[in-house]
Structures are given as structure tokens and as C-alpha cells.
């Protein structure tokens, strides 16, 4: 079975900082793994994926994500922070054949000015 | 540019009334998702669709919700009859699932609902 652990529920950090935020994953197939952002008030939208091949993966906004097999991780990294970046953040994995997408429990984003 | 859409984006209503939340999902789109979201719970999985068959719906407490898709065109969650605790940001997401594990899920803005 698949499942999805975010490590820290609240990460704070200034602007300019690097961000990081944690992602491991436990799945009995191949993996496919997400990240997803959801701002104020509005759905989930898609950051990045990694489905096959590289292991580093780009998505929008310049965060990127890097799959390491070895450490089950996939964890999001943004080298500087902006306000903007506040957010509530979603790593999921998916669930297979079935469709659907196993997430974590967010971790909430602060920049401080 | 295709997007879900959901109606109504805010619903307020009083405890034992009815609630249909909609959803349009993405044409194209094979499977639809619900889920609710609350500060307490996070989000939950409610139940999901493909080619409008339901595929699961453990996630749903059976005896006041029920979701349907009446054509490809349109999905719908009910409440009957609406409690203060179902009080909870709904979601729609649809996705074209072709079975090797690419399941992106694009969502909706959701329905904000509040029942008294």
C-alpha cells in the first residue's frame, strides 16, 4: 500500500532563504510522486511531478524536487524565498491502477519579510 | 484553457436542509474525485468515478451523502440532510487515468459550505 509522510506540519523562513520542505514516501510499485501548492482560498494546483527518468525534477514558480529511490524522499526546494511562496503544500504519491493520489498532510508555509 | 468548475463557490444553509455541490469536470477527463477539506481532518478523499461508474466511495458517510454523475458532463455530491459538521471547503478534481500511474489530478476551486 502507498502512503505519504510531510515532515513538520508549519515551516517558517525569510525571505530570500532557502526552502525545503519534506516528502517520504513508502509504495509497494514504482512510484509516482506530486507536489501540489493550494494558496488562500483556492484548489490544489500542480507544482511538479516525477514520473520517470530524471530524478530531478523543475516545476513552476522555481521550485524543484529530487527523487532519491535509496531515501524513499522527494522533498521541494525553492533556493529563495518569496511572500508569494505562502502556501499550504501537498506531496502525494500515486495510488496505482486504481487512479487516484494518496496525499500527505501539508505542510503550511510562512515567509517572514 | 480547461479548468474544473464547481457550483456554488460559497453555500450557506441551515441544519437539515439539502446541499448539491456540481462539478464540470475537464473534458477528456476519465475519473472525478470529491474530497472535503477541514482544519481538524485535512483532506479527505470522499469518493471518485471513472467513465461516471463510482469506483469508491468509502471515504463518504453513506447514510446523508450521496454523489452521482449523471453525464460526462457533470458531477454531483449531496447532503441530505446537512449538519454543522459537514461544514467544510468541498473539492472536485478530474484526470485522465491510464493505468501505468500518472494519476495528475486537476482541481476545482471548490464549494465553501456552511451549515448552521
Known amino acids: 500500500a502507498q502512503s505519504v509522510t510531510q515532515l513538520g506540519s508549519h515551516v517558517s523562513v525569510s525571505e530570500g532563504a532557502l526552502v525545503l520542505l519534506r516528502c517520504n514516501y513508502s509504495s509497494s510499485v514504482p512510484p509516482y510522486l506530486f507536489w501540489y501548492v493550494q494558496y488562500p482560498n483556492q484548489g490544489l494546483q500542480l507544482l511538479l511531478k516525477?514520473?520517470?527518468?530524471?530524478?530531478l525534477v523543475k516545476g513552476i514558480n522555481g521550485f524543484e524536487a529530487e527523487f532519491k529511490k535509496s531515501e524513499t524522499s522527494f522533498h521541494l526546494t525553492k533556493p529563495s524565498a518569496h511572500m508569494s511562496d505562502a502556501a499550504e503544500y501537498f506531496c502525494?504519491?500515486?495510488?496505482?491502477?486504481?487512479?487516484?493520489?494518496?496525499f500527505g498532510k501539508g505542510t503550511k508555509l510562512s515567509v517572514k519579510p | 484553457d480547461a479548468r474544473v468548475t464547481q457550483t456554488p463557490r460559497d453555500k450557506v444553509t441551515e441544519m437539515g436542509q439539502e446541499v448539491t455541490m456540481r462539478c464540470q469536470p475537464i473534458?477528456?477527463?476519465?475519473?472525478v474525485f470529491w474530497y472535503r477539506q477541514t482544519m481538524m481532518q485535512g483532506l479527505e478523499l470522499l469518493a471518485y468515478?471513472?467513465?461516471?461508474?463510482?469506483?469508491?466511495d468509502s471515504g463518504m458517510p453513506k447514510d446523508r451523502f450521496s454523489a452521482e454523475m449523471p453525464d460526462a458532463t457533470l458531477a454531483t455530491l449531496k447532503i441530505q440532510p446537512s449538519e454543522p459538521r459537514d461544514s467544510a471547503v468541498y473539492f472536485c478534481?478530474?484526470?485522465?487515468?491510464?493505468?501505468?500511474?500518472?494519476?495528475?489530478?486537476?482541481f476545482g476551486p471548490g464549494t465553501r459550505l456552511t451549515v448552521l
Open positions: 468515478f471513472r467513465n461516471r461508474a463510482p469506483l469508491d
Open positions: 478534481a478530474s484526470g485522465l487515468v491510464r493505468g501505468e500511474g500518472d494519476n495528475e489530478q486537476f
Open positions: 502525494a504519491v500515486s495510488g496505482g491502477s486504481q487512479g487516484n493520489l494518496i
Open positions: 516525477y514520473t520517470t527518468g530524471a530524478t
Open positions: 473534458l477528456g477527463h476519465n475519473t
